[in-house]
């Protein structure tokens, strides 16, 4: 959202900090007290399957991940305040930050696409907007490349990733699609919220190597253990 836009609604619905609903003002993401509340766990997190427990002992069709911080506590708060549909500024500061991250470490090399990981047009309609692309949109603006929704697409299903087991999980990520498009030589950033078992981004990068991208980076706000 640009500042005039962010300026304009500000005087129609005040603007609040995702992680605690106080009232912050209209061109700030989040308050400070939860800015320094956050913990950034990227030195933690494994620079190849992106979680603190590592799954690099399963198959991979990623090659490295950026993901900063864990799915608990003020990050849990600010995640479902985007999931919920009705605050996106969470997804405007995690993309910052992935795109921040991306930089100092010179991750952020020669990618020529970001593709957010896709939601079922159900879902999308419930919530008004994918919160992938709103992280997308964050690291797309920062790096210079495009943002490709045009590539995934996921079929109608009422499930959500999030509250299902492993078995079902596996069993829903199938619904994710792939156009026919030609990715030969690409290198690629996939996006999402939340990682948990991985599945749901390593479908996604299966599936555009199969289409002959090169290099996938996982770049994803949060990683949350197995329920």
């Known amino acids: 959202m640009n500042t005039v836009s962010r300026f304009l609604l500000d005087f129609i619905y005040p603007n609040r900090c995702p992680c605690c609903d106080d009232f912050i003002k209209w061109d700030k993401l989040i308050c400070g007290k939860c800015h320094k509340g956050i ?42 305040s985007l999931k919920r549909g009705n605050n996106k500024n969470f997804g405007e500061y995690t993309g910052k930050m992935i795109a921040s991250l991306l930089s100092q470490y010179n991750e952020n090399t ?10 079922s047009p159900y879902s999308r309609s419930e919530r008004g907007y994918n919160q992938a692309e709103i992280i997308a949109g964050e690291i797309s603006e920062a790096l210079g490349i495009p943002v490709r929704d045009d590539i995934l697409y996921k079929k109608d299903t009422k499930s959500s990733q999030h509250y299902l087991k492993r078995t079902e999980r596996m069993k829903n990520v199938t619904a994710i699609k792939i156009n026919d498009v030609d ?45």
């Not at 020529?112 to 896709?118: F, Q, S």
């Not at 999402?192 to 390593?202: F, P, R, Y």
């Open 110 to 119: 020669g990618f020529d696409a970001v593709v957010p990981v896709p939601m």
């Open 39 to 80: 913990d950034v766990v990227y030195d933690r997190v494994c620079g190849k399957c992106g979680k603190e427990i590592c799954i690099c002992s399963e198959k991979l069709f990623y090659d490295c991940a950026v993901v900063p911080l864990r799915y608990e506590k003020l990050v849990k708060e600010g995640i479902l």
């Open 183 to 227: 990715l030969k030589g690409m290198k690629l950033i996939i996006c999402d919220d939340v990682i948990t078992t991985g599945s749901t981004v390593n479908r996604c990068a299966q599936l555009l190597k199969s289409a002959g991208a090169g290099k996938i980076l996982l770049a994803a706000a949060a990683q949350s253990k197995l329920r």
